[in-house]
């Protein structure tokens, strides 16, 4: 079962930072929080992960709190081409599965 | 880097009919691949996970006679979806990761949409 939850929606302005909330309070200590996004009728596109330390790459920020509860993706200017369901995931303690929750879906507006 | 290629995009077939979905990594080499299923609107249930040369772990409520999987290569898993009946249409996705640490990100292909008439 997925390890994660999502608010099912939101909306950001074009051009302004989009920042999508994750909960996953029951993570274990050597698990580790994945992003992805879906765009309609694709596979899963990988965007950032992270274990405890906040973390950046070309994409995205990713900021995990320091209880790791939780998670914060940001990005920091949303293009149209951002609309998608952003999922967050927790691996499983074997580090192999990943069980998907309901994700957010974020409309970019123009 | 890190490309999963799934083969077919897209297939119709009767009902009844075997269905074979390949999924490759074509730039690494993937010990541990796995096994999606979508259904519109919802979010991805994982169906298996498959390690080169040794048999899938399916998950619970899945039937493995029925989802055939063979990981027989480091870059090749196939899934055969035997006697396909309509509700087996779904979506089906693979991803492969590098390694089975908790640190490797896995590498989604582009699904395969199957429509069983």
């Known amino acids: 079962d997925a390890k994660t939850t999502q608010p099912p929606s939101m909306d950001c302005a074009e051009g302004r930072a989009a920042n999508l909330p994750c909960n996953h309070s029951?993570?274990?200590?050597?698990?580790?929080v994945y992003w992805y996004r879906q765009i309609h009728s694709q596979g899963p596109q990988y965007i950032i992960h992270?274990?405890?330390n906040n973390e950046t790459n070309e994409m995205a920020s990713l900021i995990i709190t320091e209880d790791r509860k939780s998670s914060t993706l940001i990005l920091p200017h949303a293009t149209l081409r951002d609309t998608a369901v952003y999922y967050c995931?927790?691996?499983?303690?074997?580090?192999?599965?990943?069980?998907f929750g309901t994700g957010t879906s974020l409309t970019v507006i123009p | 880097g890190a490309v999963v290629s799934q083969h077919p995009s897209w297939v119709i077939c009767k009902s009844g009919t075997s269905v074979k979905i390949e999924c490759r990594s074509l730039?690494?080499?993937?010990?541990?691949m796995f096994w999606y299923r979508q259904f519109p609107k919802q979010s991805l249930m994982l169906m298996a996970t498959?390690?080169?040369?040794?048999?899938?772990?399916?998950e619970q409520g899945v039937e493995k006679d029925k989802f055939l999987i063979n990981h027989a290569s480091l870059t090749l898993s196939t899934l055969t979806v035997t006697s396909a009946h309509p509700e087996d249409s779904s979506f089906y996705i693979c991803?492969?990761?590098?390694?089975?640490?908790?640190?490797?990100?896995?590498?989604f292909g582009d699904g395969t949409r199957l429509s069983i008439l």
């Open positions: 730039d690494f080499q993937a010990t541990t």
């Open positions: 498959s390690n080169e040369g040794s048999k899938a772990t399916y």
């Open positions: 995931i927790v691996s499983d303690h074997t580090g192999n599965q990943f069980y």
């Open positions: 029951t993570i274990s200590g050597n698990e580790y």
């Open positions: 992270g274990l405890k």
């Open positions: 991803s492969a990761t590098q390694g089975g640490t908790g640190n490797q990100p896995q590498h």
